[in-house]
């Protein structure tokens, strides 16, 4: 069973995972409404999985005999300056998400909650190929630049992004695949 301090924690972060979920989306409205459907697209994704990585913590708690306590999610931005800031936003904010899985994780073991450390493992994972793939993306935009060619060429390869399986799997159901940008 969980205690409560701990399914306060999960619940904050499941809330937080919404959030970054109905964040993706408006980034990707952004991106649909600039002639950037790959960008769109590969946001879209990014929106389906947050909203998984969400549920997977609330089948987590139901597992675990506790109780899911939802919040209201925050209202995102519409607007940005370019696909540079906007996926600049989009590695910082996965920055923030790492955070807050390291932050539960430490919880976890401070509450010596093994069955919590071995749940959030695959959370600690996927932050690192979250991270990775925003700063690929980044980077490309760098060098391509925020308009022309090579822009909409990296809009092309983006929108050949395809959801992976089993985020919202419980750990012993989770695909363990890797994903390219």
């Known amino acids: 069973m969980l205690s409560a301090t701990m399914q306060s924690a999960i619940n904050k972060q499941m809330k937080y995972e919404i959030d970054s979920a109905y964040l993706y989306l408006a980034m990707s ?13 590969w946001l879209r994704i990014q929106w389906q999985e947050e909203l998984e990585h969400a549920l997977r913590l609330f089948r987590y708690v139901h597992r675990r005999g506790g109780r899911v306590i939802l919040e209201a999610v925050d209202k995102p931005p519409a607007e940005f300056s370019s696909p540079s800031a906007l996926f600049g936003m989009v590695l910082d904010h996965e920055k923030k998400v790492t955070a807050a899985i390291n932050s539960l994780y430490d919880l976890a073991v401070k509450e010596n909650d093994h069955a919590t450390q071995i749940e959030l493992e695959w959370f600690v994972r996927e932050q690192v190929e979250e991270e990775k793939n925003a700063s690929d993306i980044l980077h490309m935009l760098k060098v391509a630049g925020d308009t022309g060619v090579s ?22 159901e989770a695909d363990e695949g890797s994903e390219t940008v």
Do not use: F
């Open 29 to 41: 409205a952004y991106c649909e409404s600039q002639g950037l459907p790959g960008m769109g697209t």
């Open 151 to 172: 822009l909409l060429m990296l809009d092309q390869q983006l929108a050949k992004r395809s959801i992976k399986g089993g985020a919202g799997k419980g750990a012993a």
